[in-house]
C-alpha cells in the first residue's frame, strides 16, 4: 500500500521567497486525498541523513501564510554539498521513513542532489518521485527565464545603489558597492535599475561575465570622476582576472577558502576595500567609499517584490501537480511567455543539475561596464509594483553678487 508521505526540504543560501516554495508544497500536498503526510527536513540534506523531520500536515493554514510571507528558510538550510555516498544515505533513509515524494528546494547544488537521489531510487526499484524546486538569489539556473529570489534581491540591490547615488550626488566621490555573484552578474548588473537621471549611478558596473583589468578600471573611474565630478561603481564580487584568478586574491595579501576550496567572496569586504586603496594611491582621490552588500540582499525584510512572491509560491504548487500528475522526475522551470506572463515547465534534471548559467551577451553593453536596454526591459518586470523614484529639484540659478 502507499504511504502517501511527503518531504519537502530547503538548501543553499536563504532568500526573501524560499518559503512561499514551501508553503505552495504544504499547502497544494494536502489538497490530494491520498496524501498521509508532509514532512519538513531541518537543515537541509543534513536534516534528512539525520532523520531529523517535523510534521508539517498539523501546521494550520493561517501560520503557513504568515510563514511565506517571512524571509529566509522556515525549515533550516545547509551548505553540505553531497557526494553520491552521502546522497545514497539520504536515499536509505528517504526508503526506511517510506517518503513517496521527495521535494528539494535550492539552487545549482541542490539540484544535482536531487538528480543523484533520482538515480539511486530507480537503481533500487523504489517508487520515489524527485523533484527540484528552483531558488537563488544569483539567478544562474539553466533553462528558466529567471529564478525565484533574484527579482527580491535585485530589487534591494536597485534600491541600495539608487540611495547610493543620491548620497554621493550630496556628498561628490567614488563608492563602490561589492555584491554578490561568483560567475554569474546578473545581481550586480540590477544596480543599473536604480538610475533615473542620465547622470545617475552606478556610473560602472563590472561583471564576472566579462575580463576584469584593473589598469582600465582606473582609467575608467578617471574618466567618470572627470566627467560628473563623482563617480559610483557596482562591483561583482567575482571579477576576474584573463587567467580566471579573483580579483580579490590578486590584490589580497592572505585569502581565505571555504569549504569547497574557493576563496571566500562573500560575507567579507576586502575586494570593496581593496579597489578603494587602490583608487586612493593611483589617482589621489581622496573621498572615496566602499560597501560590501554581502548576505543583505537575501533575506532583507520589508523589499520583496510582489511578482517574485507570486511565482515563487507558484513553482511550489506546481512541482507538486507536477509530481501527482506527472511520470518522471524534473526541475521546475519558469518560462517567460509574454510582456509580463509566465508559464512553468518541468525539465530534466540533467538539464539543470551542476550548470551554471551566466549573463548572455545581449544583456551587457560593449564597454562591459554597463547593461543594455534589453537587460533593463527584462529585469523592470520582475522587480514588482511600485518601485520608489528620486527627484530633483528644478531650482534656477540666482546670479552671483560677489564672484561673477
Not at 528517504?94 to 530507480?122: C, K, M, P, Q, W
Not at 554621493?168 to 561589492?178: C, I, R, S, T
Not at 567572496?265 to 583608487?279: F, P, Q, R, V, Y
Not at 540582499?297 to 520589508?302: A, K, V
Request: charged share 25%; with cysteine.
Amino acid at each position: 500500500m502507499p504511504s502517501g508521505k511527503i518531504l519537502v526540504a530547503q538548501g543553499g543560501g536563504p532568500t526573501a521567497v524560499i518559503n512561499q516554495s514551501l508553503v505552495g508544497v504544504v499547502l497544494e500536498s494536502r489538497r490530494f486525498q491520498h496524501v498521509t503526510r508532509v514532512y519538513g527536513a531541518l537543515h537541509g540534506v543534513r536534516g534528512i541523513v539525520n532523520e531529523e523531520f517535523v510534521d508539517l500536515t498539523q501546521e494550520t493554514s493561517h501560520n503557513l501564510e504568515l510563514v511565506a510571507a517571512t524571509p529566509s528558510s522556515a525549515l533550516g538550510s545547509t551548505r553540505d554539498k553531497p557526494d553520491i555516498a552521502y546522497c545514497q544515505q539520504i536515499f536509505e533513509v528517504l526508503r526506511a521513513h517510506e517518503i513517496e515524494h521527495f521535494f528539494y528546494i535550492g539552487g545549482n547544488d541542490s539540484s544535482d542532489t536531487v538528480r543523484i537521489v533520482s538515480e539511486e531510487a530507480h537503481k533500487a526499484g523504489y517508487p520515489l518521485r524527485c523533484i527540484h524546486i528552483p531558488k537563488t538569489i544569483d539567478n544562474d539556473l539553466v533553462g528558466s527565464d529567471h529564478t525565484p529570489g533574484f527579482p527580491s534581491a535585485a530589487r534591494f540591490v536597485a534600491q541600495a545603489f539608487a540611495g547610493a547615488n543620491l548620497d554621493n550626488a550630496a556628498l561628490p566621490g567614488v563608492y563602490v558597492g561589492v555584491v554578490m555573484g561568483r560567475h554569474a552578474g546578473f545581481l550586480t548588473a540590477a544596480s543599473a535599475l536604480g538610475k533615473k537621471f542620465p547622470d545617475d549611478g552606478p556610473h560602472l558596473i563590472y561583471l564576472p561575465e566579462r575580463v576584469f583589468v584593473l589598469e582600465k578600471f582606473l582609467a575608467d573611474v578617471k574618466a567618470t570622476y572627470e566627467k560628473y565630478g563623482r563617480c559610483v561603481i557596482a562591483v561583482s564580487e567575482g571579477i576576474h582576472d584573463a587567467s580566471g584568478e579573483p580579483i580579490a586574491s590578486l590584490l589580497a595579501k592572505e585569502v581565505e577558502r571555504d569549504a569547497h576550496g574557493n576563496v571566500q567572496l562573500s560575507g567579507t569586504g576586502a575586494l570593496a576595500d581593496l579597489l578603494c586603496d587602490e583608487i586612493k594611491a593611483k589617482l589621489g582621490i581622496k573621498r572615496v567609499r566602499g560597501d560590501t552588500f554581502g548576505y543583505l540582499q537575501r533575506s532583507f525584510i520589508g523589499c520583496v517584490s510582489d511578482v517574485d512572491q507570486r511565482e515563487a509560491r507558484e513553482v511550489g504548487e506546481k512541482a507538486v501537480q507536477f509530481a501527482m500528475w506527472g511520470d518522471r522526475d524534473g526541475s521546475v522551470a519558469i518560462k517567460r511567455t509574454g510582456f509580463y506572463s509566465v508559464d512553468y515547465e518541468l525539465l530534466p534534471l540533467t538539464e539543470v543539475a551542476g550548470k551554471t548559467r551566466t549573463m548572455e551577451d545581449e544583456f551587457i553593453s560593449a564597454s562591459g561596464t554597463d547593461v543594455t536596454d534589453a537587460f533593463r526591459l527584462y529585469l523592470r518586470p520582475l522587480l514588482g509594483s511600485s518601485m520608489p523614484d528620486a527627484f530633483r529639484l528644478r531650482a534656477a540659478k540666482v546670479a552671483k553678487v560677489l564672484k561673477p
